[in-house]
């Protein structure tokens, strides 16, 4: 999904690597949470702000996907990233939220379709895949028994 998003907007697909280096550079080298410099002490991660999981529906595609350091995005969890940040950057969580704001109008990350319908349309269909094959594979031991 993120890949075809990212299309839609006519970017290439988010892959990380230079794209990467592209995101971290928008961040001038620093964490988007807290704002501590990278270095080779305190390396880059890959964070969502959007998580992808079922109920938050983030995609990996430009614009969700930031730079962290290890801590924050051992912390943030499932958190919503502008409460995050007022926790993790303190006196300077209103610069944070500024360059997050930023970021967010540049890669123009605001998917225009219902990620949860797609969500629950792809559940749905891979569960009726998945009771077909279950009950293909039942069938086959019953025959040869």
Known sequence: MGSAYDEERERPPYKGGRHFEEVKDFFGGRCCYCGI???RTTPAVQDHLIPM???DLGLHAWGNVVPACQPCNAKKQRADWRDFIIERAGSDAGERHARVKAFLEQYRYQPSFDLRDVAEELYEEVG???????STKI???????
């Open 37 to 39: 410099a990278f270095g």
């Open 139 to 145: 069938k086959r031991l019953r025959d040869k028994l």
């Open 128 to 134: 009726s895949i998945a009771m077909t094959l279950i």
């Open 53 to 55: 999981n079922k109920a």
